[in-house]
């Protein structure tokens, strides 16, 4: 750690204990402590400084990077509070050492999703201004036209904004394949709705360059050259 110090989100994400944004939360929760008092957003910490969240001091030791790609199933929430949330993902995964979700899909929502204990690539993975690809397969309650696929590829008034264009196509009557570089919260949801549309199903079948290649439910680890491939689109 440089002894102009370190701001304490970077910190815990570059010791792969959460991304930034979910560093962010926990500050905000009051859940991260710096020499025995709440940290404060933005705040430095420095080499001698004791670090704790959740009463577990943080220590400084950059392990292995890990990768996992998960096929996530209904009623799971990506979350990594086992306090809060009974059906979390940490929990579901049990995985040996600690890793956290790189970004998160809606209880409802399946298909991949990533977790890791790598902070700084999930932190720039999950940065909109990055163009990231992800990829869903969706299922709507009626026939949709061409032409209200071509609208919302187009953007819709959306939280304030409008979404990015994207791409998107039709598979079946009911069914598209949509290609967002961004995400609001339950972006393709409100899409849908938009245009009095409500989603069946909806999977997540790629991020950059991983695709869903595992069933429901289970998870593998991402081998070297994904890991590289991934860092290089990022």
């Known amino acids: 750690m440089l002894k102009s110090g370190t701001r304490i989100n970077k910190f815990l994400s570059e010791v792969g204990y959460c991304s930034r944004r979910q560093a962010d939360s926990l500050i905000e929760q009051g859940r991260v402590y710096v020499d025995r008092k709440p940290a404060k957003m933005g705040m430095k ?39 809060v949330e009974e059906n979390n993902i940490i929990d579901f995964v049990n995985y040996h050492e600690r890793i956290f979700p790189v970004g998160r899909l809606d209880r409802s929502t399946t298909g991949l999703i990533l977790l890791t204990n790598d902070g700084e690539t999930a932190n720039q993975i999950l940065k909109t201004s990055n163009n990231n690809e992800k ?5 709507v ?52 709705n938009y245009f009095d549309f409500k989603v069946v199903s909806l999977v997540r079948t790629r991020i950059m360059n991983i695709k869903l290649d595992i069933p429901e439910g289970k998870y593998r680890l991402l081998n070297e050259n994904e890991i590289k491939s991934l860092k290089n689109k990022i």
């Not at 420095?46 to 990768?67: A, P, Y």
């Not at 990829?135 to 299922?139: G, I, S």
């Not at 071509?150 to 008034?157: A, D, F, T, V």
């Open 135 to 139: 990829e869903y397969l969706v299922k």
């Open 141 to 192: 309650n009626k026939p949709i036209s061409e032409s209200i696929l071509k609208k919302m590829s187009e953007g819709i008034p959306m939280l304030g904004k409008k979404t990015r264009k994207c791409s998107i196509k039709k598979l079946k009557t009911n069914q598209f394949k949509i290609i967002l570089t961004q995400g609001l919260n339950r972006q393709i949801r409100r899409m849908c």
């Open 45 to 83: 910490v420095f080499e001698d400084d004791l670090i704790e969240v959740d009463g577990e001091k943080i220590n400084q030791i950059k392990k292995k990077k890990i990768f996992i790609a998960l096929n996530k199933p209904k009623g799971i929430v990506c979350t990594t509070n086992s306090d």
